[in-house]
């Protein structure tokens, strides 16, 4: 089973968006919210480069924003 992490914010509309699909589909994943969890937000900042969210990460796949498309893909969902 792929570790699949979501890095967000508590104000993120697409963060919101990204945990209703990922829940929506059963799939299970670690969040990290990046406003409290320090640690966290300097893993996403060294992964990424970045600091905007929400970053899903798939083992060590790494998709910036919520792109439906891109997440169906990796983890092998029917649109």
Do not use: W
């Not at 990922?22 to 992964?47: P, Q, S």
């Not at 970053?55 to 891109?70: A, M, N, P």
Request: some cysteine; aromatic content about 6%.
């Amino acid at each position: 089973m792929a570790e699949i992490k979501l890095y967000s914010l508590p104000t993120c509309i697409y963060c919101h968006k990204a945990k209703e699909y990922l829940d929506a589909n059963n799939i299970e994943y670690e969040e990290i919210n990046v406003a409290t969890d320090h640690e966290g937000l300097e893993e996403l900042v060294r992964k990424t480069g970045q600091m905007s969210v929400p970053v899903l990460t798939v083992d060590d796949e790494i998709i910036v924003g919520f792109d439906k498309e891109k997440i169906s893909a990796l983890l092998g969902l029917a649109e």
